[in-house]
């Protein structure tokens, strides 16, 4: 998956969907990855697993101290946001076929 980087706090974080924050959100949560949907919970959450697992080093926020400080960094919705999209977009069956034309 690709990563992009947010600012938050004043630190450059990456944010990136991988295995491990899949299966940290899974355990937070008790739902599948698949299951995500577009509550405020769901995405909150997938934004700190993604965070807390590409970040071991520098983002040490339990998840009540993340959402607290995400009033003071509101553009993390956005900037994940604009990540997804981007995520969807590169994942559609009509580039997945373009990638299997340009391969022949």
């Known amino acids: 998956m690709k990563e ?3 600012k938050f706090n004043g630190t450059t974080l990456i944010l ?12 937070m949560t008790g739902k599948f990855a698949t299951d995500v949907n577009q ?6 959450t997938l934004i700190y697993c993604m965070l807390i ?3 071991k ?3 040490n926020y339990t998840y ?3 959402i607290d400080l995400l009033d003071e960094n509101q553009h993390i919705m956005t900037d994940f946001s604009t990540y997804l999209v981007e ?10 076929n373009k990638k299997k034309v340009a391969k022949k």
Do not use: G, H, V, Y
């Open 4 to 6: 992009t980087t947010i």
């Open 16 to 27: 990136k969907q991988s295995m491990r924050s899949l299966m940290l959100f899974e355990r």
């Open 39 to 44: 509550s405020i919970s769901d995405l909150t």
């Open 53 to 55: 697992s590409n970040n």
């Open 57 to 59: 080093e520098t983002f």
């Open 64 to 66: 009540d101290e993340f």
């Open 87 to 96: 995520q969807a977009n590169e994942s559609t069956p009509e580039q997945t």
